[in-house]
């Protein structure tokens, strides 16, 4: 059963600081990962996929990289903003079957950057 | 763009009540999956479709059944609602096995029972 792990689980930051989300996973048969941003109460706003065939995918100032062998992946946000105080989770979805590609989640991160 | 639709967005149902959640996927989508979030929870997945037959099953009850339709839109039926169902409901939609797999999640149920 695939597992996935983010560290830390919270860690706020002065405005300005670049910083660095960890998401590992245990099986490594996976099609693809997708990291996303949840604010409080709300829905999933997805900001990467990374086919697992890929290395890294960038998005204005973020940047996620797999190692899809070490079962590894990283977000990296440059220049924080307060903006951008969220949970953001790291979701892996399995090879497919019969078109369904269903994400297993990680616990999050929960980010406050600081003005 | 058009996004996946959910509605309704709030619903406050009592124990052993019935509530039904619809799903309307983004255009030419062909695959919908339903998650469910508990409190403080991550998401996890209760079942997905795909071209309108039930294509994989997770952590869903026996109360529960979904189904999607001929407009590729999607309802999940809950029955005898318990206090714990209480949750965030989301739907998300993907272009199957043409596109990257790649989902889109709509902005949530929240239920609450009562």
């Known amino acids: 059963k695939q597992e996935v792990t983010q560290i830390p689980a919270a860690l706020s930051v002065p405005e300005g600081e670049n910083l660095v989300l960890n998401c590992s996973f245990t099986d490594s048969a996976i099609y693809n990962l997708q990291w996303f941003r949840q604010d409080p109460g709300k829905g999933l706003t997805s900001l990467l996929l990374?086919?697992?065939?890929?290395r890294e995918q960038t998005s204005g100032r973020l940047n996620a990289s797999l190692d899809k062998s070490s079962g590894r992946s990283t977000l990296y946000i440059a220049a924080s903003q307060p903006g951008d105080s969220a949970t953001y989770l790291c979701?892996?979805?399995?090879?497919?079957?019969?078109?369904?590609?269903?994400?297993?989640f990680g616990k999050g991160t929960k980010l406050s950057v600081i003005p | 763009a058009a996004g996946v639709i959910q509605s309704p967005r709030h619903l406050i149902k009592e124990k052993r009540e019935t509530a039904t959640l619809k799903c309307y996927p983004i255009?030419?989508?062909?695959?919908v999956y339903w998650y469910q979030q508990g409190p403080g929870q991550d998401p996890q997945f209760l079942i997905s479709f795909y071209e309108k037959m039930q294509s994989d099953k997770g952590s869903i009850p026996d109360r529960f059944s979904a189904q999607q339709f001929s407009d590729y839109h999607s309802e999940l039926n809950m029955s005898s609602l318990e206090l714990g169902d209480s949750a965030l409901y989301f739907c998300a939609s993907s272009q199957g096995t043409s596109g990257k797999g790649e989902q889109y999640f709509g902005p949530g149920t929240r239920l609450t029972v009562t």
């Open positions: 990374i086919q697992s065939s890929q």
């Open positions: 979701a892996v979805s399995r090879e497919p079957g019969a078109g369904s590609y269903q994400l297993t």
């Open positions: 255009p030419r989508h062909d695959t």
